[in-house]
């Protein structure tokens, strides 16, 4: 994901980290007057706004330079839930770190592991395990890490997808299909753990096609799926390509990524990178638990506003934070 290519404008053009919660400098109980301050009632966002994240350290950056005014755009992202991307190097660790602090403050950690062999086809979030007993080995180290506490986890961004765009090599496919049902059947599990499986964006040219392949990859034992994670879709269109595709697997509800889909999809320039960094868009809907539709669990912020697709239209690696295009979405938001 971070500068993945699957269902972005290309496909339009063609026929078409564990998330915490982002908060800044604030007392743990949510006083002061940084971002934790104006966090969402749990009832809201149920999800732990960690005090640590990017956007949190760069509101503080702005305020010892005395730079107010970005310190205020800033903090309409340090101040809402956003993705923190499970690493490899210490899984357990970083899963139990994660949901021990939100477990401590009353809330939910929202995980997202994407660690898949072969992930991302070479492209700028290129990497993953080594090989199947890798990868399984990782997923038991993070569920160990999550233990009996509260988490809602997105599973592997674009790893069903690459496998019907045939992006992936197809004699890596039946392992793939394998190690996703395999890491939802070990999440599921745990006894306070929900699993969304990643599932493309409205921009994918053909929905009917996934349906199967989900099916395959074991939708059936999760809560569910995630649509629009790091895309622009706008919410809109998101629910409507989430329903359709609900009816292809047995009713399950959904999740949309909100966190960059303010001003919709990007359509000009080369539409083979209209998905990288983008300009001119803005952030979308807050997280949300309250989404006044009973197949959309949530709006998340998935992927973490401010942080790079990739080294694109001027921008630095995928996952680098990225001050200057931050900026742009918070103006650009309402």
Same mark, same amino acid.
């Given at each position: 994901m971070y500068g993945s290519r699957v269902g972005r404008a290309r496909w339009a053009a063609a026929a078409t980290g564990a998330v915490l919660l982002v908060a800044g400098c604030s007392s743990p109980d949510g006083g002061g007057d940084?971002?934790?301050?104006?966090?969402?009632?749990?009832?809201t966002a149920p999800y732990w706004v960690n005090p640590?994240?990017?956007? #949190?350290?760069?509101?503080?950056?702005?305020?010892?330079? $005395?730079?107010?005014? &970005?310190a205020e755009l800033i903090r309409k992202i340090a101040a809402q839930p956003v993705g923190e991307w499970i690493g490899t190097e210490d899984p357990e660790g970083d899963a139990k770190r994660y949901t021990e602090a939100a477990a401590k403050a009353g809330r939910d950690a929202l995980l997202v592991l994407y660690n898949i062999p072969h992930r991302d086809c070479g492209q700028f979030s290129r990497g993953g395990a080594s090989d199947g007993d890798a990868y399984r080995a990782w997923v038991e180290k993070v569920a160990e890490g999550i233990g009996g506490r509260r988490a809602t986890v997105v599973l592997e961004p674009?790893?069903?997808?690459?496998?019907?765009?045939?992006?992936?090599?197809?004699?890596?496919?039946?392992?793939?299909?394998?190690?996703?049902?395999?890491?939802?059947?070990?999440?599921?599990?745990?006894?306070?753990?929900?699993?969304?499986?990643?599932?493309?964006? #409205?921009?994918?040219?053909?929905?009917?096609?996934?349906? $199967?392949?989900?099916? &395959?990859?074991g939708i059936e034992e999760a809560d569910g799926f995630a649509v629009n994670v790091s895309n622009f879709q706008t919410t809109e269109a998101s629910r409507e390509f989430g329903h359709a595709l609900s009816a292809g697997v047995g009713g399950k509800h959904y999740v949309i990524d909100t966190s960059r889909n303010g001003n919709g999809p990007y359509t000009d320039g080369d539409p083979r990178e209209n998905w990288c960094n983008p300009p001119g868009r803005a952030l979308g809907e807050e997280p949300t638990t309250k989404t006044g539709d009973p197949l959309v669990d949530a709006y998340l912020w998935v992927k973490r506003p401010g942080e790079s697709d990739g080294d694109c239209k001027g921008g630095p690696k995928a996952g680098d934070w990225y001050p200057e295009y931050a900026l742009e979405l918070a103006r650009n938001t309402g």
């Open positions: 940084g971002p934790e301050a104006r966090r969402q009632p749990e009832a640590e994240g990017n956007a #949190a350290k760069q509101v503080a950056s702005y305020l010892d330079d $005395g730079d107010d005014a &970005r674009d790893a069903v997808l690459h496998l019907v765009d045939g992006c992936t090599p197809q004699e890596y496919h039946q392992e793939r299909y394998d190690l996703l049902k395999g890491a939802i059947e070990r999440l599921k599990r745990l006894p306070a753990t929900r699993v969304y499986l990643d599932a493309g964006n #409205a921009g994918w040219a053909d929905p009917g096609s996934l349906p $199967g392949p989900l099916r &395959r990859a």
